[in-house]
Nanobody
Framework: VQVMEFGGGLVQSGGSLRLSCQVSGVISNAPVVAWYRRTSGDQRDFVALIDSSGGDDTDYADSVKGRFTISRDRVRNTVVLQMNDLKPEDTGRYYC?????????WGRGTQVTVSL
């Protein structure tokens, strides 16, 4: 197991959640790690990434810009996704993986449910 996601839950619209991804093995040294989410079907969509190859550059899906913040703690080997002003359309199962994602890295994810 190279990734384990935590922190999901049920929250009302406008609320916040903080997701954590515990990384290990080769993933802990990967320069670019991202959060993805599956809202329906089998596809996991990109949410946010952090690129630690230089500084900690970040990028976000347009739908979450200004609301979500990704960060990385090298000491604790975690990648955190702070989610604020959550909307019902943010509901889904959230996963972390490298970029591009590797099939044998997918963890179980953590469920986020945002109610009206």
């Amino acid at each position: 197991v190279q990734v384990m996601e935590f922190g999901g839950g049920l929250v009302q619209s406008g609320g916040s959640l903080r997701l954590s991804c515990q990384v290990s093995g080769v993933i802990s040294n990967a320069p670019v790690v991202a959060w993805y989410r599956r809202t329906s079907g089998d596809q996991r969509d990109f949410v946010a990434l952090i690129d630690s190859s230089g500084g900690d550059d970040t990028d976000y899906a347009d739908s979450v810009k200004g609301r979500f913040t990704i960060s990385r703690d090298r000491v604790r080997n975690t990648v955190v996704l702070q989610m604020n002003d959550l909307k019902p359309e943010d509901t889904g199962r959230y996963y972390c993986n490298v970029v591009p994602p590797l099939n044998d890295v997918w963890g179980r994810g953590t469920q986020v449910t945002v109610s009206l």
